[in-house]
């Protein structure tokens, strides 16, 4: 894939790498947040190896500062429906068992009140999930290592292969998590874009990643 940024050279987006997009130019970083937040998408064009553009709303996870993103509400439907559909059958007919006398309970009850209630039994097993308050684990969300990589696991884990992108990934990770996370993408050929508000000399931090660079005079350097 090629992202493009008006008047400045496309950048590559390649599967299982990480594309690291840093500035020191207000301009070029807000221009950038406003795109993958689709507040604009006027400057900023997402196009596959065939030319065609791409939604970017619909192909750019967009998550923002890693440490901001409320990841057990944002991923919580998508997640519960990919656990539903990998249920065994035995799985299924067990929990709509369980359903069935948490219902027939909940109705019993309903008796010792003097007024016509009922209820009504739904046997969408996502909603048991979501009784059920599947969320991850505390501990992976204080720590911006473990956040990212959890966010990495659950795209590979509901076959989403949109780009992931972020901000300010280096004021929570250092060179070797990077380079960790780097590895990871690779193995999972999940893509993941880095939005950078830095300077050039800090592409030491991404030695095998995909580094280009917009200086605060709208001079590309890759």
Not at 35 to 62: C, M, P, T
Not at 119 to 146: E, I, W
Not at 196 to 220: A, G, H, Q, T, W
Request: charged share 25%; net charge negative.
């Amino acid at each position: 894939m090629n992202l493009t940024y008006e008047t400045h050279h496309s950048i590559k987006i390649d599967n299982g790498k990480i594309s690291v997009i840093g500035t020191n130019n207000r301009t070029v970083y807000m221009d950038f947040i406003n795109a993958f937040s689709g507040n604009d998408d006027q400057k900023i064009h997402l196009f596959n190896d065939k030319y065609e553009e791409l939604e970017l709303n619909r192909n750019v996870d967009w998550i923002g500062d890693l440490m901001e993103v409320p990841i057990n509400s944002k991923y919580s439907r998508q997640l519960i429906k990919q656990i539903t559909e990998n249920l065994t059958d035995n799985e299924m007919n067990e929990l709509h068992e369980i359903n069935r006398k948490l219902y027939t309970l909940v109705q019993k009850s309903l008796f010792m009140v003097d007024l016509p209630l009922k209820v009504t039994p739904n046997d969408d097993l996502k909603n048991t999930f979501k009784y059920a308050n599947v969320h991850f684990d505390s501990l992976a969300l204080n720590n911006p290592y473990d956040k990212l990589s959890s966010i990495i696991k659950l795209h590979l884990e509901c076959h989403d292969l949109s780009i992931i992108g972020l901000t300010n990934a280096s004021h929570y990770l250092d060179g070797k998590q990077i380079t960790e996370i780097e590895s990871l993408c690779n193995s999972s050929g999940i893509s993941l874009i880095m939005l950078e508000f830095n300077n050039i000399s800090d592409r030491k931090l991404y030695p095998n990643c995909l580094f280009n660079y917009i200086d605060r005079d709208f001079v590309d350097w890759y």
